[in-house]
């Protein structure tokens, strides 16, 4: 009865082979689950020359395998390590051969403070490139504010921390813009309160935006994109106090200045006043030590000038006998000097003619050349004498001409053009003869400037000792003639000298 049973017991349960079983487990996972989201901490991740990457997900009760595909890393988006939180996605499968399960993965994500620590980056580098966190666009510190504006929680230590220092080092009015510094709305009410202490009459000198320390989720209020871009905007400095020493926020990049902690920053704020008076009087005494030392150098170097100087009544005395020997040597050199002046101002004169001597030479200038000159009688003589020869030859070129134009018209019997072309040439030739006949004319004479002198009787006066009737004398001129009366000689041509 038994043997039965244990027949029975075998014929109603399947047997497989080893890799019938792998496969169906195989199946029965892929169809069972197919694509699933794991959360886990990533641990004994290798990378495989081939580009495989070989990891685990584990948790406080469990560890899975996972692979990621040389493939897929390409895509992934993120480089895993070690330790890190992620939310990995793919789908569960079985590896045949060792019938062990996996995940192969093919997606993957950080999860908790890893996806927040990804998106962080993915903003820095963003706000990196676009040149917010550049030296350049710092803005200095005012030395001495008159009021500091803080953006900060109203209760906590924070705010206490920074007006007792403030208080401490050098009293200054504080102005303070509460907000919540975590949790929902506060990256909203952060970036409004710094644009709206921006935008006061009264704006503060310098900003601090502070808050104490936490966790990375805490802090994620200082790592918005408003908050930043409201910090890169101010025109005020700002100082950021986010957090401990050790914590770092994307606005520490984007402020002007970074204080690892609230107290750190209301020092960075406002000078201590005990140094700045230890300041003062050190440089007081500098500029004291220095007045004193230009003043020894100035009175030692006037002292070693005087020094130099001669005695006063020695450069008087001295000048007083050059001013003597001056005034004696002046005194023999003048009458030397007048002396020689009249010396130079007599030799010229010695050296020019006698008036006399002057005169007896312009008389003989003047007189030289009416003895060159030929007399008026004859000079009309020769002009009567070369009219009367003109007039001779006058006659006989016409009546030349007149014969050899008949003895030609009675030869030749001209035509009128020929005729009149005769008669312009001797017309030509007749004109010719009485220009010449009138430039030997007296009148032509007459009409250059000369006078022809005759006495009531029509002769010529040639000389100017004539004495005609009554001294009576007719001028003729080119134009007319006028009557004169001689006066008394003047001058003979002997008495000029000419």
Request: hydrophobic content about 40%; overall charge positive; aromatic content about 4%.
């Amino acid at each position: 009865m038994m043997e039965s049973d244990a027949a029975s017991a075998r014929g109603n349960v399947p047997q497989y082979s080893v890799s019938e079983i792998s496969g169906a487990i195989k199946r029965t996972l892929e169809t069972g689950f197919g694509r699933v989201r794991v959360r886990g901490e990533v641990t004994e991740l290798k990378r495989y020359p081939s580009g495989h990457i070989y990891l685990s997900l584990k948790d406080e009760g469990g560890k899975i395998s996972g692979v990621i595909w040389r493939g897929t890393v390409s895509r992934l988006g993120m480089a895993p390590e070690n330790g890190n939180e992620v939310i990995a996605t793919g789908k569960v499968s079985s590896y045949g051969e060792r019938s062990s399960y996996q995940l192969i993965i093919d997606r993957m994500e950080f999860a908790g403070e890893g996806a927040l620590l990804a998106n962080i980056e993915r903003l820095r580098r963003k706000l990196l490139d676009e040149g917010l966190f550049e030296a350049d666009r710092k803005k200095p510190i005012p030395f001495l504010p008159s009021l500091v504006g803080v953006v900060t929680s109203r209760s906590g230590a924070v705010l206490h921390d920074i007006r007792t220092t403030i208080e401490r080092r050098f009293p200054r009015d504080v102005l303070l813009w509460p907000v919540a510094v975590q949790g929902e709305g506060a990256a909203a009410q952060i970036a409004a309160a710094i644009d709206g202490m921006a935008q006061r009459a009264r704006r503060p000198d310098v900003l601090i935006v502070a808050r104490g320390g936490g966790s990375l989720e805490d802090l994620m209020a200082f790592n918005d994109e408003r908050v930043l871009r409201a910090v890169a905007a101010c025109p005020i400095p700002v100082i950021s106090a986010v957090g401990h020493e050790t914590d770092t926020t994307l606005i520490d990049l984007v402020s002007d200045r970074r204080a690892p902690t609230p107290t750190a920053a209301a020092e960075m704020a406002v000078p201590l006043h005990s140094e700045l008076v230890a300041d003062l009087a050190h440089r007081t005494a500098r500029l004291a030590g220095g007045l004193s030392r230009i003043m020894q150098t100035s009175r030692a170097r006037l002292e070693q000038a005087t020094s130099r100087l001669p005695d006063l009544p020695s450069l008087l005395e001295t000048a007083r006998m050059r001013l003597d020997d001056r005034s004696q040597r002046l005194d023999l050199a003048l009458p030397a000097f007048v002396m020689r002046a009249r010396s130079r101002l007599d030799a010229p004169g010695r050296q020019l003619p006698s008036p006399e001597l002057i005169v007896s030479r312009a008389r003989a200038a003047l007189t030289a050349p009416s003895r060159q000159l030929p007399s008026p009688r004859l000079l009309i003589e020769r002009r009567q004498s070369a009219l009367r020869a003109s007039e001779t030859a006058l006659v006989t070129a016409w009546q030349r001409a007149s014969q050899l134009f008949h003895l030609r018209v009675e030869r030749q019997r001209l035509s009128p053009e020929a005729l009149k072309s005769a008669i312009r040439l001797q017309k030509a030739r007749l004109d010719g003869l009485g220009s010449h006949l009138e430039a030997v004319s007296p009148r032509a004479i007459l009409s250059r400037g000369y006078v022809l002198v005759q006495d009531s009787k029509g002769r010529p006066v040639t000389h100017s000792d004539a004495e005609p009737l009554n001294g009576r004398v007719v001028l003729s001129f080119a134009d007319g003639q006028r009557g004169a009366k001689l006066d008394t000689l003047l001058t003979s041509q002997a008495d000029l000298g000419l």
